[in-house]
T-cell receptor, first 116, second 113 residues
Framework: AQTVTQSQPEMSVQEAETVTLSCTYDTSENNYYLFWYKQPPSRQMILVIRQEAYKQQNATENRFSVNFQKAAKSFSLKISDSQLGDTAMYFCAFMNHHYNTDKLIFGTGTRLQVFP | EAQVTQNPRYLITVTGKKLTVTCSQNMNHEYMSWYRQDPGLGLRQIYYSMNVEVTDKGDVPEGYKVSRKEKRNFPLILESPSPNQTSLYFC????????????FGDGTRLSIL
């Protein structure tokens, strides 16, 4: 079965510092997609970043970047120059589009607190 | 404005009283999905639909029903709600195949007494 594991239930970081959230997954497939979603206190789900497994280059979106290690099945999120608005729950998610299954599997989340 | 609309946003009800949470999207997306969010468990997929009249079970389908009669609508039905279905529910949509980011609704907080 495919699983997504986020081993850090909570993390904190000081404003302007860098923090890394970890995510590992388990799959026997070769082609899949990985996502990081952010859920601020407003409870909206907002896409942070997306990675295609067949692309070796790590995805980057402004202050957000990933370290994608396919062999290790690891997909960590790095937030640089942390801002107070980054305070949120962060969910890692895995999608494997297969001919008979299109499930999106989420990890349990990491609650990030950014302190002034 | 592109959006996924869920109703109601909040609902308190009693065990056994049938309820429906509606979900509508205006982006002509083929893929729609329902999730429940519980503390410590993250989001878990309940049901998903690849297109009109095509639905499939997610990881936690027990106690729920869905239908997809029109492309834009994907209601979630609880025929006989129980307290263990108290949760935060999200509807989402995306183009098919769903390797693109999901567009989420604002969530429905459901409390079953």
């Amino acid at each position: 079965a495919q699983t997504v594991t986020q081993s850090q239930p909570e993390m904190s970081v000081q404003e302007a510092e860098t923090v890394t959230l970890s995510c590992t997954y388990d799959t026997s497939e070769n082609n899949y997609y990985l996502f990081w979603y952010k859920q601020p206190p407003s409870r909206q789900m907002i896409l942070v970043i997306r990675q295609e497994a067949y692309k070796q280059q790590n995805a980057t979106e402004n202050r957000f970047s990933v370290n994608f290690q396919k062999a290790a099945k690891s997909f960590s999120l790095k937030i640089s120059d942390s801002q107070l608005g980054d305070t949120a729950m962060y969910f890692c998610a895995f999608m494997n589009h297969h001919y008979n299954t299109d499930k999106l599997i989420f990890g349990t989340g990491t609650r990030l607190q950014v302190f002034p | 404005e592109a959006q996924v609309t869920q109703n109601p946003r909040y609902l308190i009800t009693v065990t056994g009283k049938k309820l429906t949470v509606t979900c509508s999207q205006n982006m002509n997306h083929e893929y729609m999905s329902w999730y429940r969010q519980d503390p410590g468990l993250g989001l878990r997929q309940i049901y998903y639909s690849m297109n009109v009249e095509v639905t499939d079970k997610g990881d936690v389908p027990e106690g729920y029903k869905v239908s997809r009669k029109e492309k834009r609508n994907f209601p979630l039905i609880l025929e006989s709600p129980s307290p263990n279905q108290t949760s935060l529910y999200f509807c989402a949509s995306s183009p098919y195949p769903p390797d693109q980011p999901q567009h989420f609704g604002d969530g429905t907080r459901l409390s079953i007494l």
